[in-house]
């Protein structure tokens, strides 16, 4: 860990507090399972907001359980609420998904060498992947009852 990472854990990190979703410890943003968990917003951001702002813009400091894919592509964006970062990586992975939208049907891969069937088929696979992920993410915006809270201080 870098020593700027560390120095904001020790000044931002009791902020946040760990959601826990209904699924276990799958990734919040698309359901494959977590490996880590996600700041949001990022630690590198809180040095430039108050805590003013944190309560005016009800901004929840949120340790969300994710898979290592969604909190790369994500890391320090300027999100602050977890639907930002939702729509984020829908866009993000259709972008991939559009990239990668070649498919070929069982018969054309069954006609090639083997080496390139392989490879064919992994595309395939990755291009499966960015679907799922684009459907958990669908699925998650339609349970905004899901996200994190922002509780008043009383």
């Not at 991939?96 to 064919?120: C, Q």
């Not at 088929?121 to 684009?134: L, P, T, V």
């Amino acid at each position: 860990m870098k020593k700027n990472r560390r120095l904001q854990m020790a000044l931002y990190g009791p902020r946040y507090k760990r959601h826990f979703i209904d699924e276990g410890f799958y990734c919040f943003y698309c359901g494959d399972p977590a490996q880590c968990l996600d700041h949001l917003p990022s630690l590198s951001l809180m040095p430039d907001i108050s805590h003013d702002e944190l309560e005016k813009e009800k901004i929840v400091c949120s340790l969300l359980p994710v898979c290592d894919e969604c909190n790369f592509a994500s890391s320090a964006k300027k999100h602050f609420h977890p639907i930002d970062r939702l729509t984020f990586l829908e866009i993000h992975y259709e972008k991939h998904f559009k990239k990668m939208k070649s498919l070929w049907t069982a018969e054309e891969i069954d006609e090639l060498g083997p080496s390139l069937r392989e490879y064919v088929k992994a595309k395939q696979e990755k291009i499966n992947r960015y679907i799922d992920k684009i459907r958990g993410i669908q699925k998650r915006l339609a349970m905004p009852n899901t996200f994190p809270v922002y509780e008043e201080k009383q």
